[in-house]
């Protein structure tokens, strides 16, 4: 899209933002609630709500409850492999969070893909590891009520790391019988869980108490250990009632790393070992979240407020001999957060003549210290020397506001903006790397629905979008490692999106949609939690397609296809090349459903997702992984089941990640050696699982 184009789009929504000024005074005259004109109900049936009518985007979705009880997970964090297109892997233990994969980009552990539960955001920002680190280990998948989910910078209620987009996971606030499991697997895996719901007070009350044990297949066990609570209080309904609720969670394990490709082929050790025995961690998270709403002559009021206290230890070695050919190059990543926030909206439904309005005003804080925030030169998980040292306190707060028009009964509007303003506050070892930084950003949304027209609707959007780097990166003017200087990060990185999709039910029993996307980004500079410095890259653009289908044959059978297409470059050129290393350009997966035919359920899932580039010049490429499970289940009477989860069915051998840079083994040259470093698929696993309902 041309300049002038986006100036002409960006006039459009000038001119749309003067109408919304102009409506907010019969915004604040409020008609009653119960005067508006309800929108028809949309009965779901199948896996995913994405009937006509559900969204504001070809690309918006929801996932329902039962196709998160019935599709087998390895690890908690997979939950959100139901978005469409996006994939989850791992590159280490199971106590760390998973590596991310959605619309062209190797999100590393979250960066522009921003996660919530009820509310309370899980991306951590400033991390010891990696600027939006997502760790869902916490998640009992049991109590995911459902996931709503949304791709792009169209939405004025979400700011920081939602640019790619965004997941918001909803708990249960009762379950309709108890639950009791046990799982037992290869490699020494078993889990335990139990949990109920009981009337208390005027409301409920919900516990659940979750706990694992998981050795890996690696030749250096992985002893993962973790055990993860819940209780919550809940009165009313959701969107009129609220939840209050406490999660613990606790874990240790040791780590297989990614290794050498000329490691394994040399035979120094096979696809499962490790070249450091003593990678591994420990974390613990620790929370209370309010979440709630509440109807009123306005219309509707929502808040939810968050305190959360985390710790997290991570040691790595992936260069092993290449810094210190003596003590090896492990480092550990330390830090101790504290992270509160709350977020408060007020809806006005209103009547504009004779045409239904909706305006939305909301405001979002968050407060994160982190004291401290370390890295360390370690050997065998002993600290032998300091990199850097930081105390840091990061804030913001922003500001949104939106409108929603129907126009007639085939054409709404929905358009707005936020504001933003940050403040990072970083007290270092190194003084040269203190200081206090201040920055703020706009970003306008305007979104376009048309239809529906023969079950069919048609989407434009528009939105600019932000994430923020790491603090550390702001204030940083000197290189932990070496002492040279080094360039302050931009505190807020803009980026833009568009697309344009459309949603289909013209064929009975099949809801379809196809979107077509771009996504620029000013800087993909980012801070190394690895090196303790800031990594400098170049503008990019990101462009692609996704087609989902989601088909109901029987009330039995579901069939669920989702193909996505993606293309990354840098826009700004270099001889180096242009190639986007680890962005993904092909993911495809295809799962049915067979709910409850007869004693009979299950689940078949088959997942692709294809080679990426690994260097900006395009010459060294990952190659395609394909991954297939399955669940058989049987109840084997009204209150017990017994099901068999077989992971990585066709015992492919596959990579979960690849990446390519210099390392060193012993022996080899001072300089190290270029070579891909890849954490292989797990293979073949089953599981057993026994669950009794009370």
């Keep these: 899209m041309s300049d002038h184009e986006h100036a002409t789009i960006e006039r459009g929504l000038a001119t749309h933002a ?71 892997s791992q590159h280490s233990g199971d106590g760390k969070a998973n590596q991310y994969y959605l619309r062209g980009f190797n999100l590393d552990h979250g960066t522009d893909f921003a996660t919530f539960v009820d509310g309370m955001p899980i991306n951590m920002r400033t991390h010891a590891h990696g600027q939006g680190y997502t760790d869902l280990n916490f998640l009992i998948p049991e109590l995911v009520s459902r996931i709503d989910y949304r791709k792009g910078t169209y939405y004025a209620d979400e700011g920081d790391f939602a640019s790619a987009g965004a997941a918001h996971l909803s708990l249960v606030n009762a379950l309709d019988r108890g639950i009791a499991s046990v799982t037992g697997g290869e490699h020494g895996y078993v889990r335990g869980l ?17 706990a694992g044990y998981n050795n890996g297949p690696w030749n250096n066990p992985e002893h993962s250990r973790r055990t993860s609570g819940v209780l919550r209080y809940s009165q009313g309904q959701p969107g009129n009632g609220f939840s209050i609720t406490a999660m613990g969670y606790d874990a240790k394990w040791t780590s297989t790393d990614q290794i050498p490709l000329r490691a394994v082929d040399s035979g120094l050790i096979d696809r499962f070992g490790s070249i450091d025995p003593t990678d591994g961690g420990k974390t613990s998270r620790y929370s209370l979240s309010l979440d709630g709403g509440k109807s009123n002559d306005f219309g509707l009021f929502k808040a939810n407020a968050y305190a959360v206290a985390s710790r997290l230890n991570l040691y790595n070695d992936f260069t092993y001999a290449l810094d210190d050919p003596i003590n090896g190059d492990q480092f550990e990543q ?46 065998t998980r002993q600290r032998l020397d300091t990199t850097r040292v930081d105390r840091v306190k990061e804030a913001s707060a922003g500001l949104y506001f939106e409108n929603k028009i129907k126009w007639t009964d085939w054409f709404r509007s929905i358009a707005g903006g936020r504001y933003d ?33 023969a079950r069919t609707e048609f989407f434009a959007n528009y939105g600019q979008g932000f994430h923020s780097n790491d603090a550390r990166g702001v204030t940083s003017t000197v290189s932990p490692a070496d002492g040279s200087s080094i360039e302050r990060a931009v505190p807020l990185v803009k980026t833009r999106g568009e697309e344009v999709g459309a949603r289909t039910e013209i064929v009975p029993g099949l809801q379809s949609s196809l979107a077509l996307w771009r996504l620029a980004l000013a800087s993909e500079l980012v801070f190394s939690g690895d090196a303790g410095d800031t990594q400098i890259s170049r503008a990019s653009r990101r462009q692609g397609i996704e087609f989902n289908n989601h088909y109901i044959a029987t009330p039995w059978l579901l069939f669920d ?134």
């Design 194 to 210: 139990i949990s109920n719901s009981n009337a208390f007070g005027s409301g409920t009350l919900l516990y659940a108490v979750d």
């Design 334 to 379: 330390s830090e101790t957060r504290k992270m509160y926030g709350f977020a408060i909206s007020q809806s006005f439904f209103n009547r504009l003549g004779a045409v239904d309005m909706e305006n939305t005003i909301g405001l979002q804080t968050r407060y994160d210290k982190l004291d401290p925030i370390a890295l360390y030169h370690d050997v």
């Design 421 to 453: 303003a940050y403040h990072f506050d970083v007290a270092s070892n190194l003084d040269a790397n203190s200081g206090k930084v201040s920055d703020h950003i706009t970003s306008p949304k305007l979104s376009l629905i048309f239809g529906p027209w």
């Design 18 to 88: 003067v109408l919304v000024v102009a409506l907010i005074g019969a915004a604040m005259c409020p008609a009653r609630a119960d005067d508006v004109q309800a929108l028809p109900t949309v009965e779901v049936t199948g896996n995913y709500n994405n009937g006509v009518g559900t969204s504001d985007a070809a690309s918006q979705g929801s996932v329902n409850a039962k196709l998160i009880e019935n599709r087998p997970t390895l690890r908690p964090g997979e939950i959100l492999e139901f978005v469409p297109g996006l994939i989850v």
């Design 561 to 694: 296809l989702d193909l996505a297409l993606s293309r990354s470059h840098y826009t700004q050129d270099d001889p180096i090349g242009n190639y986007i290393p680890g962005s993904i350009e092909k993911v495809a997966s295809f799962g049915v459903s067979v709910i409850d035919r007869g004693p009979w359920f299950g689940h078949f899932q088959l997942r692709y997702f294809g080679p990426r580039p690994l260097i900006e010049d395009n010459t060294v490429r990952s190659q395609s992984t394909t991954l297939a499970s399955v669940r058989v289940g049987y109840n084997l009477s009204k209150n017990l089941k017994i099901s068999l989860d077989v992971f990585n069915l066709f015992d492919r051998k596959a990579s979960d990640i690849d990446y390519y840079y210099t390392s060193r083994l012993p022996g080899e040259p001072a300089a190290g050696v270029n070579d891909i470093h890849f954490h292989p698929v797990e293979p073949r696993t089953a599981r057993v699982s026994l669950v009794a309902r009370f």
